[in-house]
């Protein structure tokens, strides 16, 4: 969201060409498999021994693989408004830009950041082919420890990985779902 929200703001606010070309190159790693994704990162980080081994490694991947899904869902909530239109009305009653993006712009783009806070959280939880090629012994991810479970046939440990699954994904998308749908009432 931090960086997903502020980038579609800003591809919203400056359409043309060159936002375009922007929102395509953001948009590459759709077309990247995770594997190919992950190779790259470890060519281009994996001597930097110190980051390759921390957990912001595998962050740096999945920010990676996920910014298009959030970029993408508030880029289309704000092309539906009248964005311009709301911003020189907040700018003639005194507010930054600053003031307008947080009481403006975040409030409209509610349902979009909502949407695409889901589609990433989901994805990362569940992404599999980038986290097993950037993982190290000590950073191992729940989708890769179900693999090696089952992959050593310790049908126990798998059962208790998707367990955990279980309690970490459901709570979390009923929660993301209320919120979505409580900000389109307030919408409406």
Avoid: C
């Avoid at 359409?15 to 992950?38: D, T």
């Avoid at 298009?68 to 005194?94: C, Q, T, W, Y």
Wanted: charged share 10%; aromatic share 10%; net charge positive.
């Amino acid at each position: 969201m931090i960086l997903g929200v502020p980038a579609a703001y800003a591809l919203a606010r400056n359409p043309g060409r060159a936002s375009r070309v922007l929102e395509e190159f953001i948009s590459l790693p759709l077309a990247i498999p995770g594997l190919a994704l992950a190779l790259a990162l470890l060519q281009l980080y994996g001597g930097w021994s110190d980051f390759r081994t921390s957990w912001l490694f595998i962050l740096v991947g999945h920010v990676l693989y996920t910014l298009p899904f959030m970029v993408r869902s508030v880029l289309s909530v704000l092309a539906a408004i009248d964005l311009k239109s709301l911003e020189e009305g907040a700018a003639s009653l005194g507010a930054g830009p600053a003031r307008r993006f947080i009481d403006i712009v975040v409030p409209n783009a509610m349902p979009g950041i909502l949407a695409g806070a889901l589609t990433v959280v989901t994805l990362s939880i569940g992404e599999f082919n980038l986290t097993w090629m950037m993982h190290t012994p000590l950073l191992k991810t729940l989708p890769v420890g179900l693999a090696d479970s089952y992959a050593s046939m310790r049908l126990e440990v798998a059962s208790a990985y998707t367990l955990v699954f279980f309690v970490m994904i459901v709570p979390l998308l009923m929660a993301m779902q209320w919120a979505s749908a409580r900000a389109q009432r307030i919408m409406q």
